[in-house]
């Protein structure tokens, strides 16, 4: 059977989005069968595998895949995308939460839900300040951990274009002390209120954007004073504008793009 797709990005953090909102896919979604459709040489290739589906309660459901075929909780920038898709506010569902979205020029404005900041939201493996980490690998120490869907550690360091993240990255995603694996975040200061980030994404590796890692570094430099309650951060790909308050959802805001359209047969990826 064909099966349509749509193919979209958010500062080049790319997605293949399936809509089975109103027409049902021809099988269940595997690990398998998602790294098969995100693989750049033999499929269509993608950071991360979008599927919307029905929700009885919200305006639907959003499965999201990394690239490796992990299941995960949150993208904010599929969810830019899907907003830019959708064409109107919405709330919907997804294993991390529930997101409030809203199309803006060109891109969105989503309401990310409330960071988790305790060791046991993380997770962490056991017991630990979470804004001031007593952990180090190399040169990077004393992160912050914030769970915003997804897991991120957050290292601050003097510039983070000279951090070897595409080595370190995979080593802290899979240290033992994240039973979940983690996203590693390297940022520093580039002006008031503005932070450069790059981010090793947890099944992706690295990333020209990562919507809930910039989220996650605001959170975390929010926290420890080094920014106001509004911050951009400047990823590879592009500037995102991240707000917070103490107790309150994380607000983001920035571009999303549809790059194409098409179509696969569901028997070449089940």
């Given at each position: 059977?064909?099966?349509?797709?749509?193919?979209?990005?958010?500062?080049?953090?790319?997605?293949?989005?399936?809509?089975?909102?109103?027409?049902?896919?021809?099988?269940?979604?595997?690990?398998?069968?998602?790294?098969?459709?995100?693989?750049?040489?033999t499929?269509?290739?993608?950071d991360?595998?979008?599927?919307?589906?029905?929700?009885?309660?919200?305006?639907?459901?959003?499965?999201?895949?990394?690239?490796?075929?992990?299941?995960?909780?949150?993208?904010?920038?599929a969810?830019?995308?899907?907003?830019?898709?959708?064409?109107?506010?919405?709330?919907?569902?997804?294993?991390?939460?529930?997101?409030?979205?809203?199309?803006?020029?060109?891109?969105?404005?989503?309401?990310?839900?409330?960071?988790?900041?305790?060791?046991?939201?993380?997770?962490?493996?056991?017991?630990m300040?979470?804004?001031?980490?007593?952990?180090?690998?190399?040169?990077?120490?004393?992160?912050?951990?914030?769970?915003?869907?997804?897991?991120?550690?957050?290292?601050?360091?003097?510039?983070?274009?000279?951090?070897?993240?595409?080595?370190?990255?995979?080593?802290?995603?899979?240290?033992?002390?994240?039973?979940?694996?983690?996203?590693?975040?390297?940022?520093?200061?580039?002006?008031?209120?503005?932070l450069?980030?790059?981010?090793?994404?947890?099944?992706?590796?690295?990333?020209?954007?990562?919507?809930?890692?910039?989220?996650?570094?605001?959170?975390a430099?929010?926290?420890?004073?080094?920014?106001?309650?509004?911050?951009?951060?400047?990823?590879?790909?592009?500037?995102?504008?991240?707000?917070?308050?103490?107790?309150?959802?994380?607000?983001?805001?920035?571009?999303?793009?549809?790059?194409?359209?098409?179509?696969?047969?569901?028997d070449?990826?089940?």
């Open positions: 059977m064909r099966v349509p797709f749509i193919k979209m990005h958010g500062l080049g953090n790319d997605f293949v989005v399936l809509d089975a909102r109103e027409r049902p896919l021809p099988g269940t979604i595997s690990s398998s069968n998602a790294k098969a459709l995100a693989n750049r040489n499929g269509i290739g993608c991360q595998l979008i599927v919307l589906e029905p929700s009885a309660a919200h305006a639907f459901a959003m499965r999201i895949y990394n690239a490796d075929g992990g299941e995960v909780g949150a993208c904010g920038n969810t830019r995308a899907v907003a830019l898709l959708h064409g109107e506010a919405a709330t919907i569902e997804t294993t991390g939460g529930l997101l409030a979205l809203e199309p803006a020029k060109g891109g969105a404005t989503v309401n990310m839900g409330v960071p988790r900041v305790d060791w046991n939201q993380i997770p962490l493996d056991y017991a300040d979470t804004l001031s980490m007593p952990v180090g690998w190399r040169e990077l120490k004393n992160p912050v951990a914030v769970n915003v869907g997804n897991p991120h550690v957050i290292f601050f360091v003097e510039d983070a274009d000279k951090v070897d993240l595409g080595t370190l990255g995979p080593e802290i995603e899979n240290d033992p002390l994240f039973p979940e694996r983690i996203n590693v975040n390297v940022a520093s200061g580039v002006g008031e209120n503005h450069k980030l790059h981010v090793w994404e947890r099944g992706a590796g690295l990333t020209r954007a990562c919507g809930t890692g910039a989220c996650a570094t605001a959170v430099a929010i926290r420890r004073g080094l920014v106001g309650d509004a911050v951009t951060v400047t990823l590879p790909g592009g500037d995102l504008f991240i707000e917070w308050r103490e107790g309150e959802s994380i607000r983001m805001t920035g571009p999303a793009t549809e790059s194409f359209r098409g179509e696969f047969e569901w070449d990826f089940a």
